[in-house]
């Protein structure tokens, strides 16, 4: 899962300082260079600024429109003789205005992300988080529910396994920094003995002292839910190298 912040850039930007500049060279030409057609440029101008902009902002219902529409433009700059050249810049400048038109558009609709991620899914309150997280935790199988990740800002809590067969527990205030990574250890366990645990079509090899019962990791995670930027686990969590590389929802 990768946790992507709302940018502030403003693309748009750009487009329109760009239309600007071809405008303004545009209406330049018109004003020092002497003509006798003066409202006939600027009636063109006009008709191809919105022309362009509205082309290139809703675009054409059918792909081959678009070749008709640019055949059409040639025909129209070349028809204008000597105002051929208002039609044109104020076209190219249209089509920039549709292009920030377009961006200033999509920046509106795009919603800030969740602050809680529940296997891919947003929840926007920590009850709706706990509630999907501990369903989804019960739900999994080790088959084609064999993973469960939790999510808020950068920490995050990973679940591996399945109900019956055994559960891998991980958990990470910064889930950027490999190293603060932790493993939760069954209490009391020193046994060397490994079990396989299956998550959906890979298998690991774990130690059994890092194997859960649901009960435990249902405790992990509500503490999760209650702090889930501390990096204080706790004794019942190591970290190390071990950590690291037993997280079998590492991707």
């Not at 018109?30 to 009636?43: D, G, R, T």
């Not at 509106?108 to 997280?133: C, H, N, Y």
Request: net charge positive; proline share 5%.
């Amino acid at each position: 899962m990768v946790i992507v912040a709302e940018s502030r850039r403003r693309p748009w930007k750009g487009s329109l300082i760009f239309s600007g500049v071809v405008l303004l060279a545009t209406i330049s030409v018109m004003v020092f260079v002497p003509n006798e057609q003066l409202a006939l440029e600027i009636s063109v101008l006009l008709a191809g600024l919105a022309v362009g902009t509205l082309f290139l902002r809703f675009g054409v219902p059918r792909p081959w429109m678009g070749s008709i529409v640019l055949i059409l433009f040639v025909v129209v700059w070349f028809a204008l003789g000597a105002a051929g050249y208002a039609w044109f810049g104020g076209f190219l400048a249209g089509t920039y205005v549709g292009v920030a038109w377009g961006r200033a558009s999509k920046n509106r609709t795009v919603k800030p992300a969740a602050p809680w991620t529940v296997d891919e899914q947003g929840f926007g309150t920590m009850a709706e988080a706990r509630r999907a997280a501990g369903e989804a935790l019960h739900a999994l199988d080790g088959k084609k529910r064999g993973r469960l990740f939790v999510a808020h800002g950068a920490a995050r809590f990973e679940v591996a396994g399945g109900v019956g067969l055994g559960l891998v527990c991980h958990r990470s205030a910064n889930a950027a920094d490999e190293g603060s990574w932790a493993v939760m250890v069954r209490p009391g366990q020193v046994s060397d003995e490994s079990v396989e645990i299956q998550m959906g079509k890979t298998k690991g090899l774990m130690p059994l002292r890092l194997v859960h019962d649901p009960a435990p990791v249902e405790a992990a995670l509500a503490d999760f839910f209650e702090s889930p930027r501390s990096s204080s686990y706790g004794p019942e969590w190591m970290t190390g190298p071990e950590a690291e590389a037993t997280r079998l929802t590492a991707s």
